[in-house]
């Protein structure tokens, strides 16, 4: 690492693998260096989600989530069948149960046309059996082009393009702070530092820290959400053929728990939202006192705690009783009350950016530092979107660079 790069990439997720990839697409022959604080790639957000290729139904009209959600899952399939990694286009159905709902519920589809979501449909009461047998609702929305997969592999399967193109990888590395200097981004790292002509930076979790050392405001900040997951037990008949979702509360970024194939296993339930102790939380008992302080100092924890602390008290109740996290998914898929559930749970945090007034963003955020671009916000659907994201990025670091 005593080189110069062209350009260092912070994050190994999806998000900043693609990145990489994306530039090295622009750029042939360039210096590229990965730097990420795990042993391995994909290890936060992207080894811990539902591995949904989302088809873009739910974002506003206009964002980039609902524009680059929709290259991205595009773009995901072909990458997949480029590269040999398993998935599958199982579709999903969001489904009323309430009265209430319905209205909602016309409302998403309505969204999901103008972003120019494939195939979405509107089918009643009668038809969501012939769709799933085991779902119930009053009505619901079909997206045939939502699939699975494991984002994992995807991962994977571009760092070994990357290491194939000479693109150097600097893992169990954690970056520290980054300044800028003599015309170079100092990447600081406990070891010493990296040096490069720019920088990418797509730390996820870490995303606001380290923007914030390289000179940007400190609004917004990451707030964690721990989101958990319960599997089906192994040897059961299928529940679901694809995924089942509910109508998803349009005050919030969270789509709801919901019941999901999964890649080489059985299926999940989840996730839940609630407020996690550490950046890391994979474990309730995972507390961080850095994480815990800056989470509660933040002025924006406390607005979304006032602003929703009935959400808060459902989602502490479900995390809390099993029974009641069953119930909540057996509202449209009622035969989950009756099957065996595997005792190991499974987690992932969320990287929610919450600003200073308590907006919880809901799409993309990209901003820029002297020598640097930082993604500020990049939760769900960012591994659908992630290689039109990467273009986006790329498009913007150069953009910016140019402008210098």
């Given at each position: 690492m005593?080189?110069?790069?062209?350009?260092?990439v912070?994050?190994?997720?999806?998000?900043?693998?693609?990145?990489?990839?994306?530039?090295?697409?622009?750029?042939?022959?360039?210096?590229?260096i990965?730097?990420?604080?795990?042993?391995?790639?994909?290890?936060?957000?992207t080894?811990?989600?539902?591995?949904?290729?989302?088809?873009?139904?739910?974002?506003t009209?206009?964002?980039?989530?609902?524009?680059?959600?929709?290259?991205?899952a595009?773009?995901?399939?072909?990458?997949?069948?480029e590269?040999?990694?398993?998935?599958r286009?199982?579709g999903?159905i969001i489904?009323?149960?309430?009265?209430?709902e319905?209205?909602?519920?016309?409302?998403?589809?309505e969204r999901?046309?103008?972003?120019?979501?494939?195939?979405?449909?509107?089918?009643?009461?009668?038809?969501?059996?012939?769709?799933?047998p085991?779902c119930?609702g009053?009505?619901?929305?079909?997206?045939?082009?939502t699939?699975i997969?494991?984002?994992?592999?995807v991962?994977?399967?571009?760092?070994?393009e990357?290491?194939?193109?000479?693109?150097?990888?600097?893992?169990?590395?954690?970056?520290?702070?980054?300044?800028?200097?003599?015309?170079?981004?100092?990447?600081?790292?406990p070891?010493?530092?990296?040096?490069?002509?720019?920088?990418?930076?797509?730390?996820?979790?870490?995303?606001?820290?380290?923007a914030?050392?390289?000179?940007?405001s400190?609004?917004?900040?990451?707030?964690p959400?721990?989101?958990?997951?319960?599997?089906?037990g192994?040897?059961?008949?299928?529940?679901?053929?694809g995924?089942?979702y509910?109508?998803?509360?349009?005050?919030?970024?969270?789509?709801?728990v919901?019941?999901?194939?999964?890649?080489?296993?059985?299926?999940?339930?989840?996730?839940t939202?609630?407020?996690?102790?550490?950046?890391?939380?994979?474990?309730?008992?995972?507390?961080?006192?850095?994480?815990?302080v800056?989470?509660?100092?933040?002025p924006?924890?406390?607005?979304?705690?006032?602003?929703?602390?009935?959400?808060?008290?459902?989602?502490?109740r479900?995390?809390?009783?099993?029974?009641?996290?069953?119930?909540?998914?057996?509202?449209?898929v009622?035969?989950i009350?009756?099957?065996?559930?595997?005792?190991?749970?499974?987690?992932?945090?969320?990287?929610?950016?919450?600003?200073?007034?308590?907006?919880?963003?809901?799409?993309?955020a990209?901003?820029?530092?002297p020598?640097?671009t930082?993604?500020?916000?990049?939760?769900?659907?960012?591994?659908?979107s992630?290689?039109a994201?990467?273009?986006?990025?790329?498009?913007r670091?150069?953009?910016?660079?140019?402008?210098?």
């Amino acid at each position: 690492m005593s080189e110069t790069y062209d350009l260092a990439v912070v994050g190994a997720g999806i998000v900043g693998l693609a990145v990489a990839r994306e530039f090295l697409l622009r750029r042939p022959g360039a210096s590229l260096i990965v730097v990420d604080k795990q042993d391995a790639v994909g290890y936060h957000q992207t080894g811990h989600n539902s591995g949904v290729i989302h088809a873009g139904v739910y974002y506003t009209p206009g964002s980039l989530k609902a524009r680059l959600c929709v290259q991205g899952a595009r773009m995901m399939y072909e990458f997949c069948d480029e590269h040999a990694v398993p998935y599958r286009r199982c579709g999903k159905i969001i489904v009323a149960v309430r009265d209430s709902e319905l209205a909602r519920l016309a409302d998403l589809g309505e969204r999901g046309r103008a972003n120019g979501v494939p195939g979405l449909r509107e089918v009643t009461a009668a038809e969501i059996p012939g769709i799933e047998p085991e779902c119930r609702g009053l009505a619901g929305l079909y997206s045939p082009a939502t699939g699975i997969v494991d984002y994992g592999a995807v991962a994977r399967a571009i760092e070994k393009e990357l290491r194939g193109q000479g693109v150097a990888f600097a893992l169990g590395t954690a970056i520290t702070a980054i300044r800028r200097e003599n015309g170079q981004t100092i990447l600081r790292h406990p070891g010493g530092v990296i040096r490069a002509a720019a920088a990418i930076v797509c730390a996820g979790l870490w995303s606001d820290r380290l923007a914030v050392s390289a000179g940007a405001s400190p609004d917004p900040r990451i707030v964690p959400f721990r989101g958990a997951y319960l599997r089906l037990g192994a040897g059961q008949p299928d529940v679901v053929r694809g995924m089942v979702y509910p109508v998803p509360d349009p005050a919030l970024p969270f789509l709801g728990v919901h019941v999901t194939s999964h890649m080489g296993g059985p299926a999940m339930l989840g996730p839940t939202a609630l407020l996690a102790g550490a950046r890391d939380a994979y474990s309730l008992r995972t507390v961080r006192l850095t994480d815990l302080v800056g989470m509660v100092t933040w002025p924006g924890t406390w607005a979304v705690a006032r602003r929703f602390w009935r959400t808060g008290l459902n989602e502490m109740r479900m995390a809390a009783s099993r029974k009641a996290f069953i119930r909540a998914c057996a509202q449209y898929v009622p035969a989950i009350e009756g099957m065996r559930i595997d005792p190991v749970p499974a987690a992932g945090v969320r990287a929610q950016a919450v600003g200073r007034d308590g907006t919880l963003l809901d799409d993309f955020a990209i901003s820029h530092t002297p020598g640097a671009t930082h993604v500020r916000n990049a939760p769900s659907p960012a591994a659908t979107s992630s290689l039109a994201l990467a273009r986006e990025l790329v498009d913007r670091h150069l953009a910016a660079s140019e402008t210098a």
